[in-house]
């Protein structure tokens, strides 16, 4: 869910021994290690090309999920022009009244920061061998322009979970609420797809059928970011676009560190309780032949507190060539995109993250 577009000049030689998802220490092993961390180790250190300016956000459209699926025709048509507009201006929205039980997501939250404090031993077990490990966790790590390494301040885990299931053995209780919480936002993401295809006219059978739903690739994402020392020399996800359809975010006591890129600027996003955050991914933007947007978006880090997100992308089936769909093209009078399998363009948007390029722009047709 976090490919980085950072740009750089690297030559073939030099990607191929650049290791992104390299494991030596997690960040949270090196900031209980030491005292009181004064300073950041270079290697985390991006210097002063660090720009992080950001606005903040009053305005970011709030969608209310009840009114969405409300057996009332008139509050589920006005919510669903809503979410419409959201999905073509922002991008991203806040979801309100999405009825996952608080305990649910307490327990979810409390539970994958337990495994981000098992030792550092028992996290390498699942360090990525590859762009496609079904379970991975670790550090990123970035080459700069300069062809140096950067590593991310964040420790993440990543694992697929639809259409089948992985999962750490620890912390025990992980896999059940897993299972719930993953189930409930696929749920979700699908009612989200329908409510989208319905604002574009297009049939929402075709559209299951189309982007093979029943068999969403969904990926669950841990992000932890402890506190740093020198926030504003470091990152904790640089500006990327997420793949697949919606991300659905549940970001820990609503901590600022989200930014949002909105014509040309940065904003700030301050989430409200119990609030989820929503954000196009690159195949709605795709498949809606433009009409939807997905926007770039990083973390930043902060000094005092930790951070904890949890995103969790929902994508078409992995073996779903995703293109324009077929009624927008015609209406459009042209695809806007190309197509291309899914589970190649998430591959591809991984293991290109240092070349500066990003994909969603290669897949634009200049008309
Ligand atoms: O931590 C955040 O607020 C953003 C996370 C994110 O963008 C991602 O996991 O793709
Ligand atoms: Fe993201």
Known sequence: MAPATVSTNLSADDTARHLPFE????????????????????KYNLGDTNDTGASSCESLPVIDYSALTSSDPHQRSKAVAELAEACTDWGFFVLVNHGVPEELIESLFATVREFFRLSDDEKKK??????????????FNLKSTSNETFTLWRDFLKLYVHPDFYCPTKPQPLREILVEYTERTRKMARELVGAVAESMELDRKYVEEALELDSSFQKFGGNFYPPCPQPEQTLGLPAHNDPGLFTILLIHNGLAGLQIERQSHWFEVNPPPNSMIVNVGDHLEIFSNGRCKSSRHRAVVNKERERLSIAVGNGPGKDVVVGPAVPLVEKDGGALYRSMKYQEYVESQLSRTFDGISILDEQRIST
């Open 23 to 42: 494991f030596n220490e997690s960040v949270q092993s090196l900031v209980d290690a030491s005292d009181n961390l004064k300073a950041l180790p270079s």
């Open 126 to 139: 699942y360090e990525a061998k590859s762009t496609s490990s079904p379970i991975a966790c670790g550090n």
